[in-house]
């Protein structure tokens, strides 16, 4: 397997990475203090391409592979991780089913704004009494004859309240169990859609989180993505596709929590010597850039496994599980080498200390990664 990076993969790092320090990076302090959406900064990802990464151009995305994107999601997450997290949701959890699930007509009125940056899109399979357990939906999709008529409650979306719609996944026939569920593209701003008041977050604060409440919702006949009763397909496509972009994202906070523990333990310190050159420091910093070597290429793999376009579900259950702890480990060990200052708002590490932490449970717990995997092993063996 060849781990360089290709031409063009080199000049997309280089292009997000400067991007992100010269744009991202300088408001990521602001947006996370004020839990302010980065209108300015998605309207410029969007021009250079970052909305639809790996949506084909001709409608309207940039073209690139999965490892592009993940390469892309690393380098804004490192500057921001609730910007990088706007950009996973858009890219993951709506372009990409759309693209695979999604009719001709479909991909040009829904695919083609949100690749473009014209629109933004969310996800909606959470529940208030559905989480881990994405089967036992309570929302309802009732078949009306001329349209559908949603009702229920998503919980825990992101990018909720900008969002213009969302994939959401709904009951059509309970007798029949998860092959009773479907899914559809609905409209965000519309007749019985309304939404709770923004959740007050530890992390990812610059990104709207809610409810979403359908009720008597209507939806034309044309909003089903699939066919009726594919929709827990669709949506275990659709988080194996978005543990991928949140591997990224671990990947960007904890690559920003190594860089300013270097840059720290060059400067500081102590006993006569720069702390770097005491072994204590030198063992954390050891171990945070192996870890983090060996999630980014546990990422890669799934990336690359998804470009190859077969199934990477335990490829990406393992990329997500072993970056969101490596991200909280390296967070955390970034605060302890910075002692009293990494726990002040002023440094970067205790915002890094903070976003990580909903690495491991959204898109999937950690838990649930694991259950996916011991899965995967025991097929194996049958």
Same mark, same amino acid.
């Given at each position: ?15 997000? !990475? ?11 302090? @602001? ?12 309207? %410029?990802?969007? #021009? ?6 790996? &949506? /084909? #151009? ?21 500057? $921001? ?13 709506? $372009? ?10 479909? *991909?040009?009125?829904?695919? &083609? ?52 719609? $969302? ?19 609905? /409209? ?9 008041? *923004? ?15 359908? @009720?008597?919702? /209507?939806? /034309? ?5 699939? #066919? ?5 397909? &669709? ?5 194996? $596709? ?26 500081? *310190? ?35 496994? *998804? ?18 702890? &490596? ?20 440094? %970067?590490? @205790? ?15 950690? #838990? ?10 025991? !097929?194996?063996?049958?």
């Amino acid at each position: 397997m060849n781990f360089d990076l290709t031409e063009e993969q080199q000049i997309l790092q280089r292009t997000v !990475r400067d991007f992100t320090r010269d744009r991202v990076a300088p408001l990521a302090e @602001e947006v996370d203090r004020d839990h302010r959406y980065p209108a300015e900064l998605i309207a %410029q990802m969007a #021009e250079m391409g970052l909305m639809g990464v790996t &949506v /084909p #151009e001709d409608l309207g995305g940039a073209g690139m592979d999965p490892v592009s994107y993940v390469i892309a999601v690393e380098e804004i997450s490192a500057g $921001c991780a609730s910007t990088g997290v706007i950009m996973s949701v858009n890219n993951s959890l709506v $372009c990409d089913p759309i693209l695979k699930f999604g009719t001709a007509e479909q *991909k040009r009125e829904f695919l &083609v704004p949100l690749a473009s940056g014209d629109q933004l899109g969310c996800f909606g399979l959470s529940e208030p009494e559905a989480g881990s357990d994405a089967a036992a939906q309570r929302t309802t999709a009732v078949d009306r004859g001329d349209h559908w008529e949603i009702n229920g409650t998503k919980n825990f979306i992101t990018n909720a309240h900008e969002a213009d719609v $969302c994939v959401v996944i709904a009951m059509t026939d309970r007798t029949q169990g998860h092959r009773g569920i479907s899914a559809f593209i609905a /409209p965000m701003k519309g007749e019985g859609v309304s939404l709770s008041p *923004k959740e007050d977050k530890l992390g990812i604060r610059a990104t709207s989180t809610s409810q979403i409440i359908y @009720e008597d919702c /209507p939806l /034309p006949k044309s909003a089903l993505l699939g #066919e009726v009763g594919q929709g827990f397909k &669709v949506a275990m496509y659709t988080l194996d $596709c978005g543990r991928i972009g949140i591997a990224a994202q671990g990947l960007g906070i904890a690559r920003a929590a190594l860089e300013t523990s270097l840059r720290y333990a060059t400067e500081r *310190k102590a006993f006569g010597t720069p702390i770097c050159g005491h072994q204590a420091i030198q063992f954390k910093l050891a171990d945070m850039a192996t870890n983090l070597d060996a999630a980014r290429l546990l990422t890669y793999r799934a990336a690359l496994r *998804k470009g190859q376009a077969v199934r990477h579900s335990s490829e990406s259950a393992m990329a997500k599980l072993y970056s969101a702890e &490596v991200a909280n480990d390296v967070a955390r060990d970034a605060v302890q080498i910075l002692g009293g200052y990494g726990y002040l708002r002023e440094y %970067q590490v @205790e915002r890094n200390f903070r976003d990580a932490k909903i690495l491991e449970i959204y898109e999937g717990t950690n #838990e649930i990664q694991r259950l996916v995997i011991a899965s995967a092993l025991l !097929r194996a063996r049958t």
